[in-house]
């Protein structure tokens, strides 16, 4: 069956600095690559969805210059969290979906904690 | 726009009791409609999905779904419990089977499951 892997698992960063989240297909070519925020005991927002080669489209509410998301490839799109602050530490997941008719896979997420 | 709404943030039910987890949505077009499960500090699995052909859908573990559309709904069940069915579980929409359709979700039920 078709497979996200998404790394790291966990980071812990320093206020300021900025963190690269990855997010690969490894057995089909993701067309469409959407990123997932989702805060302790919520639901999971949508941020942005990404396809390849194009820019990435922002939810509303979502700072683009903060999170910026690229997706370069078939196989793989990151998501690097800018000037990060301990209000950017969340659980992130990707969601890879290839042609027409293929499902939603998702990474199994990063938690991110700024300190 | 689409969106789900699941009612019941907690259910708490025996082992081998029957589970029923309610998910209700609104979709101004015929919606694709899943159901998700997330174990702690994980991605999502997919239980199962409804995409426009039998109502009645099985998915993996045991679970299963009836789409309803004079009732807008799409409630998960399963018949008997189990330990390792305690989990949030989400339902999800989006519209069609086109790649960049955004999926978009509830705010989860937790699931508990008592000896």
């Known amino acids: 069956g078709a497979v996200v892997s998404q790394h790291p698992s966990r980071v812990i960063c320093k206020s300021g600095t900025s963190v690269k989240i990855e997010c690969r297909s490894l057995?089909?070519?993701?067309?469409?690559m959407f990123w997932y925020r989702q805060f302790p005991k919520k639901s999971l927002m949508l941020m942005a969805t990404?396809?390849?080669?194009?820019?990435?489209?922002?939810e509303q509410g979502v700072e683009k210059d903060k999170f910026l998301i690229n997706h370069a490839s078939l196989t793989l799109s990151t998501l690097t969290v800018t000037s990060a602050h301990p209000e950017d530490s969340s659980f992130y997941i990707c969601?890879?979906?290839?042609?027409?008719?293929?499902?939603?896979?998702f990474g199994s997420g990063t938690r991110l904690t700024v300190v | 726009a689409q969106s789900v709404t699941q009612l019941g943030s907690h259910v708490s039910v025996s082992e081998g009791a029957l589970v029923l987890l309610r998910c209700n949505y609104s979709?101004?077009?015929?919606?694709?409609l899943f159901w998700y499960v997330q174990y702690p500090n994980q991605g999502l699995q997919l239980l199962l999905k409804?995409?426009?052909?039998?109502?009645l859908v099985k998915g993996i573990n045991g679970f299963e779904a009836e789409f309803k559309k004079s009732e807008t709904s799409f409630h998960l069940t399963k018949p008997s419990a189990h330990m390792r069915d305690a989990a949030e579980y989400f339902c999800?929409?989006?519209?069609?089977?086109?790649?960049?359709?955004?999926?978009?979700f509830g705010t989860g039920t937790l699931l508990a499951v008592q000896p």
């Open positions: 969601s890879a979906r290839g042609e027409r008719g293929h499902g939603y896979t």
């Open positions: 057995d089909f070519q993701a067309t469409t």
């Open positions: 990404s396809n390849e080669g194009s820019k990435a489209t922002y």
């Open positions: 979709s101004s077009v015929p919606p694709y």
């Open positions: 409804y995409t426009s052909a039998a109502t």
């Open positions: 999800a929409v989006t519209l069609g089977g086109g790649a960049t359709n955004k999926l978009i």
